[in-house]
């Protein structure tokens, strides 16, 4: 027979240990179940495990305890960070008032779930262009200011600064340590990449953690801080140290070191390495000068070993010989035309003064002309007392005719006396 316990009131309240058992009797009803989420707290004491268990989207957590009798039966491995699913049986302690988790099982997560949320994360923000390679920003050549992301007086601090230091005596860092592990890692390191991404003196922005296993680095693989780290304007290298399994934040940083020590001797140029880079160039500038002047020196000893340069005086000389001949030519071949002219006119005026009536004349023709100036040519033309006007070799003389004679023939061919 089931005896009912009565409402508690004021006038009839309930012992504080039938309420603790009430509770205890109802919590144990609940039995055993299976929780997945990421441990945040994992201490060891008296053989115990004493543990915080964080749910991996809500703002939720639960303390657990582990007991010797069951820890035998966990892996070894287990701590804080890890990401598992427990059997874990609530227990309301009477005595004490506390309500504790304990755990039975306790097992890492398997490897193939987490690898296949990653895989389909990866591919979402691949195509949305967030790891195209024409996003990713070139470094500056000597960063003034470096921003660097990482654990408080961590290996990877180190190593960054002082291989840096090594390269560039001069260059400056502005560190923000941030949780590199753990359920405060993905906010704190997001926090510290905007605010070195809002600093206008840092030229890049290294985020450096020494490696891990798989389940520590999932922090790097979170989709807010991996937006985060693609919006930032400021370039961005990753040198997270984990070769296999590579974060997300590898995929979307501009560059990817694989080591800090990686990381600083790439985003920090080497001033000895510089310097002699320099001092080759120089080299090099100094040979083509020196170079390039004796190839104009050579051509100034060629351009002045000519006749012309050497002695100017030589072309005065040359063209003054050619002068000289070029007038003794033209003088000959003046006075060869002038001669072949002169004798072409006497030709002529031979021609000339045979064909010319005064020749004629000359030889000692006469003409005769009637008073109206006509030529005599017919003796019948004149009869007596006809006065003439007769020209002959050397001037002219008046006559008168005595009329034509007789027995002579009208056009004789010898002159008349």
Known sequence: MT?????????????????????????DRLGTAWVEGEITQWNVSGGNVYGKLKDLEMDATVSFSIWSSVRSRVPVDLKQGDRVIAAIKPNYWVKGGSLTMQVFDMRHVGLGDLLERLERLRQTLTAEGLFAPERKRR????PQCIGLITGKDSDAEKDVLRNAQLRWPSVTFKVVHAAVQGERMVGEVTAALQRLDADPEVDVIIVARGGGDFQNLLGFSDEGLVRAAAAATTPIVSAIGHEADRPLLDEVADL????????????????????????????RLGMRLTGLV???????????????LANPQTLIDVRADELVRYVARSEELLLRTLERASTRVSE??????????????????????????????????????????????????????????????????????
């Not at 070191?257 to 001092?279: I, Y």
């Not at 004796?294 to 012309?308: A, C, M, W």
């Open 3 to 27: 005896i009912v316990t009565p409402p508690p009131t004021a006038e009839a309240p309930w012992p504080v240990g039938l309420l603790a058992g009430k509770v205890r009797d109802w919590i």
């Open 139 to 142: 470094l500056p050549f000597l």
């Open 256 to 283: 990817r070191a694989s080591t800090p020590t990686d990381a600083a001797k790439r985003v920090v140029p080497d001033v000895g390495e510089e310097l002699q880079k320099v001092q080759q160039a120089k080299a």
């Open 294 to 308: 004796n190839t104009e020196i050579d051509r100034l000893v060629q351009l002045r070993s000519r006749p012309v």
């Open 348 to 417: 002529l005026a031979g021609h000339l003064r045979a064909l010319s009536p005064e020749s004629t004349l000359r030889r000692g023709y006469s003409i005769a002309q009637l008073p109206s100036g006509a030529v005599l040519r017919d003796a019948a033309e004149a009869p007596a007392g006809t006065a003439l006007l007769v020209t002959v070799g050397s001037g002219a003389l008046r006559a008168t005719s005595d009329g034509p004679v007789d027995g002579l023939p009208s056009n004789p061919t010898s002159p008349a006396r």
